[in-house]
């Protein structure tokens, strides 16, 4: 199989092309989002949330190689051994390519790990981690002017449908390349890779040498987005381009509505809020 630019070797199939030619899309693609979104302004700080992964590691490279003033704020969550060894490789990465990274903590911020307030309760740990994970982000990225994350598309498809299937109405249209309006207490969202496929990044990510194995968290396995994801990824095989139906969709639907953000503050940490406490106060009341 040739590539479809030159005549090398294909390492991918779909688009067609060789090692050289896929960094090329693959980075014109980034290049791309940013631009019809207006994501991001060289002359802007960019908070990166890192967590070691393939997806956030590589959105530093490719940021960093696009000229952006980048950072990385990585959240420890207390996840045994997985989340430690994350952080050990992107300290290096970050060492090796010259990157600020600052770490902030579960244990050091609430008083405990993760793994040691999921014993016993009924809740599933993602619920837990992800309302405190962007909690910390976002108040750790004030003094920034974006937060930059690596979703991708297949993480975007999953989100517009949990949402759907939750008929989480308050959340459903506050998705997007950028995420909402730039407001008072909320570091505005960007997400540079919102078109490219997970595949796509876990190849460009290989490439790179930039993630020594593609280990998952121990706590997706179980959880509403793994099995959305499955189904989804069923429904791919089947019909493909689902998921990017999903997601032109959306956009299309997104352009027709005002988005309302919400007006009220939290008593206890003052982020905007929908009630009096945050999820994430209440969350902390409730079990740290
Ligand atoms: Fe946290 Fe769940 Fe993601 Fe693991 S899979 S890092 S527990 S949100
Ligand atoms: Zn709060």
Redesign the pocket.
Known sequence: MKCSRCRNKAIIQNPKLCKVHFINYFENKVKETIRKYRLLDRKERICVAASGGKDSTSLLLVLKRLGYNVFALAVD?G?PKYRKQKMKELKRFCKDNKIKLRIVSFKEEFGKE?HEVIKNKNIH??TI??TL?RWLLNKYSKGFDKIATGHNADDEAQTILMNLLKANTNFFFRQGPITGVSRKGFTQRVKPFYFLKEKEIKLFSFLNNIAEDFVE?P??TG?FRDKVRKELNNYENTYSGTKNNILKNYLKLKERVKIEGDTNYCRLCGDPSANEECKACSLVKQLF
């Open positions: 969550e996840i993760l740990p993602c981690c992800g994970r968290c706590f997706i959880s």
